[in-house]
């Protein structure tokens, strides 16, 4: 069956905010240097006012992806939730900006567009303050079930699973995608993520999951194992398509007996790490809908996190296309 | 059918001789620094009188990994040949020492004792001279068939089909282990080794070879690919077990359908490399004498091959047996 897009990409729509800021504003402001707290609407609006020098930038994993394949050329509709709100527009301008259709409509009320503020000391070092805002807030109404149908591959991304309307809304685009007879592509997001539902995680891959995206870490968490090779082993007996990224040993890919161990592209420097799995997912995602190998798809996977890598910020800097023709794998 | 010994091993005998040596030591020696070549008896009589304060152990590839094995207790036979001379009396007591069965005759003319002159410069580089000597003698007279068929694996080193003597040897001990439904084991050796003989090699892996010890870069030049990935590839629909080595990338082992990736052990410092890939093979083919899974058999191999790597030398110092109880391998 023809398809009209090549992915329709599911997550938790969010704005990074980034902003320089030295170790007296971090202590002035009460932000844990280095981590990630989640945190509420109150301290988001007081963080957003202190911080207006900030660059705004469209974020979320499952957004940064479908960035990452339009920068190679593909197509595809994003599936989040934002507010009209400032924030919210300027979302909705960058995903429109990609040439992806993003058409969920903005929430008139409710909570404020997702943000995650990015205090970036001197030192590189980032602290981050996420709100979930209205991300949390994507209902199975949102779920179009005619553009499931029209994208040859779906990709959830775990963290949706965390709010119990987003976690319906995967479900009603998972069975849209399985009854077009899609396929559907889930990553496992974080590793506490994968803690707080790997019973569910586990269950989804024996009935819905047909590839599966995590890092090492990750997929040790699913498993419930230490070492990597259990890990491999678990996925060997697997009904599906898995592929673990390893940082700076590659990637694994594995469908049944079939088994690949692709190197990492070497990068000169690795400047931030942020987004590698998101633009690993992307670069397989084109290469699993257009037809090339699986040893190309994880090839290509390790060369869009490599040049992620080397810069600042989640989402491809130079044209994916062209790396990816001048490395031979398009 | 019970075997008296775990593995016997055929390789060329050679005395390593190490000995500090400076940059005007080696220059007035005309000894290239941090490379190995190969020399003649002359030559090696010359260096041997000057490096008079040398340092004596038995060395060679396949002699290191039974030495390998019987620091895990394992038992096993060793078939090389060495001179009835002074460094033939060393290498032979050294191996009777580890507890191995070594009753190739000593030969009583032609080439000396084969011996691998270290020269040591103070910033840890090695600069080696290897004079092959009386290990290329070897004949099929020497190997014992009964020996073979006694022993449930044997372990053969590549170096050897350089000559054409050792190379008839190891044909007689082929097939007297496939007469006895014994497991034959090859390991490549050398990237230069098997480009020499790569034809006969790739006949060896369907005629012969029931388990394959490479490392990646060998593995490349034998298949004639760029890749790890197309290794694993040909490896995959290959009708044996093969072990890789990949550095700091631990090992992928590999038999048909079965893959196992396993990770380096970490090593505070790595201070000299000779010996990981013979104590690797040492700590498998223990693994594989002695009814451990691959996955085990592999983890075995990274943990002797992180000792040796730890210390100067290419056998172990610590017991190897202790070091896999500890690490709940045994």
Chains 1, 2 share one sequence.
Not at 19 to 44: C, Q, W, Y
Not at 214 to 228: G, H, I, R, T
Request: some cysteine; aromatic content about 6%; hydrophobic content about 45%.
């Amino acid at each position: 069956m023809t398809s009209t897009y090549d992915v329709a990409g599911l997550g938790n729509a969010i704005v990074d905010v980034l902003a320089p800021a030295d170790d007296a504003f971090l202590l002035k402001h009460n932000i844990a240097k280095g981590v990630m707290t989640l945190i509420d609407e109150f301290r988001a609006d007081q963080l957003l006012k202190v911080l207006e020098k900030g660059v705004e930038a469209a974020g979320g994993s499952a957004a940064n992806t479908m960035a990452g394949l339009a920068s190679l050329g593909g197509s595809g509709v994003y599936v989040g939730k934002v507010k009209r709100d400032r924030l919210g527009e300027s979302f909705s301008r960058s995903m429109k900006d990609t040439g992806l259709r993003f058409a969920v409509p903005m929430a008139d009320g409710g909570a404020s567009t997702a943000c995650c503020l990015i205090a970036v000391s001197p030192d590189g070092q980032r602290s981050m303050s996420t709100y979930l805002g209205a991300s949390r807030e994507l209902t199975p109404a949102d779920i179009d079930e005619a553009d499931i149908a029209a994208s040859s591959v779906i990709y959830v991304e775990g963290y949706l699973w965390d709010a119990p309307e987003p976690k319906a809304a995967i479900k009603k685009a998972m069975a849209a995608a399985k009854k077009a007879e899609r396929k559907v592509a889930f990553t496992l997001s974080d590793p506490f993520c994968v803690s707080r539902w790997r019973d569910e995680f586990r269950a989804l891959l024996t009935s819905d999951i047909d590839i599966l995206f995590a890092n090492e870490e990750e997929s040790k968490a699913l498993f419930e194992v230490e070492n990597f090779d259990d890990v491999l082993q678990a996925l060997q007996v697997w009904n599906g398509t898995a592929a673990i990224t390893r940082s700076e040993k590659g990637c694994v890919v594995v469908r049944g007996s079939e088994v690949h161990v692709i190197d990492a592209v070497a990068v000169k420097q690795v400047v931030d790490t942020t987004g590698a799995g998101d633009q690993f997912a992307a670069a397989f995602l084109f290469g699993f809908t257009h037809g090339k190998s699986l040893s190309d798809c994880g090839r290509l996977g390790c060369l869009a996190a490599a040049e992620v890598i080397s810069h600042y910020g989640a989402r491809p800097e130079t044209s994916l296309k062209d790396l990816a023709r001048k490395a031979g794998l398009l």
